[in-house]
C-alpha cells in the first residue's frame, strides 16, 4: 500500500514550457487534491476532484488545468510555465466525499520555472 | 473564509524538553488535523482530531472546539521532531469533498 503517489520528484521548466504532475492514490479514496506550497507558507488548494469524472477550482486554479483520468489518478497540467508557478506541489487524497475526512498527501513535486 | 492562526511561528528546544503549539480558528469546526512538514519535506499526517485528546506516542493533541482551539503537545523531544507543524481545518465544497485551510505553521528547531 503505497498511499499517494507522485511524479515527477523534481522538474526544472524554462518559461513557457509546459508538463504534466501526475498523482495516483491507491487507498480507494474518492476525493483528490492539487495544493501548492510557497516558501514560508501553509499550503493552498489549486483544484480538487470529489470524485471521477468532476473537477472544480480551488483558491489559484490560474494557470493550471487538472484531469481525473480514473479513480485512482488525478493529474496537474502546466499549459505555459511562469516564474510565479515555481512552487511545491503536493497531491491528497481523502476518503469522504460526504463528510470532512483526513487527507493524506503525496511526497511533492519540487517545480523551479526558470 | 475561516482563519486558522498558529503559535508561537518559531520554537527552538533542548532535546529532551516538552513544549506545546496551538492553533486558533475563526470558526467552528468540525474536525481538525495536525500536520509535521520534516526537514526533506514530506507532510505527514499526525492527528484528525474533530474534539477532545488523542495520544501517538510522544505526542498529543487536544481540541476544544467550542473555543476554537487545539493544542499539540511533544513531550521529551528529539532531534526528529524537527521541522514545521501545520494545523489544517476542512470546510464543505459543494456538498463533496472538503477544502484544508492550514494555518501559517510552527517552525521547530530540536537540538541535541
Known amino acids: 500500500n503505497a498511499g499517494v503517489t507522485q511524479t515527477p520528484k523534481f522538474q526544472v521548466l524554462k518559461t513557457g514550457q509546459s508538463m504534466t504532475l501526475q498523482c495516483a492514490q491507491d487507498m480507494n479514496h474518492n476525493s483528490m487534491y492539487w495544493y501548492r506550497q510557497d516558501p514560508g507558507m501553509g499550503l493552498r488548494l489549486i483544484y480538487y476532484?470529489?470524485?471521477?469524472?468532476?473537477?472544480d477550482k480551488g483558491e489559484v486554479p490560474n494557470g493550471y488545468n487538472v484531469s481525473r483520468l480514473n479513480k485512482r489518478e488525478f493529474s496537474l497540467r502546466l499549459e505555459s510555465a511562469a516564474p510565479s508557478q515555481t512552487s511545491v506541489y503536493f497531491c491528497?487524497?481523502?476518503?469522504?466525499?460526504?463528510?470532512?475526512?483526513?487527507?493524506?498527501f503525496g511526497p511533492g513535486t519540487r517545480l523551479l520555472v526558470l | 473564509g475561516i482563519q486558522v492562526e498558529q503559535s508561537p511561528p518559531d520554537l527552538i528546544l533542548q532535546e529532551g524538553a516538552n513544549s506545546t503549539l496551538r492553533c486558533n480558528f475563526s470558526?467552528?469546526?468540525?474536525?481538525l488535523q495536525w500536520f509535521h512538514q520534516n526537514p526533506w519535506g514530506q507532510l505527514i499526517n499526525l492527528f484528525y482530531i474533530p474534539s477532545g485528546t488523542k495520544q501517538n506516542g510522544r505526542l498529543s493533541a487536544t481540541t476544544v472546539a467550542t473555543e476554537r482551539y487545539s493544542l499539540l503537545y511533544i513531550s521529551s523531544s528529539q532531534t526528529t521532531d524537527s521541522g514545521v507543524y501545520f494545523c489544517?481545518?476542512?470546510?464543505?465544497?459543494?456538498?463533496?469533498?472538503?477544502?484544508?485551510?492550514f494555518g501559517g505553521g510552527t517552525r521547530v528547531l530540536v537540538k541535541p
Open positions: 491528497a487524497s481523502s476518503e469522504s466525499r460526504l463528510a470532512p475526512g483526513a487527507q493524506y
Open positions: 470558526d467552528s469546526v468540525n474536525n
Open positions: 489544517a481545518v476542512p470546510r464543505f465544497i459543494k456538498a463533496a469533498g472538503n477544502k484544508l485551510t
Open positions: 476532484s470529489a470524485s471521477e469524472g468532476t473537477t
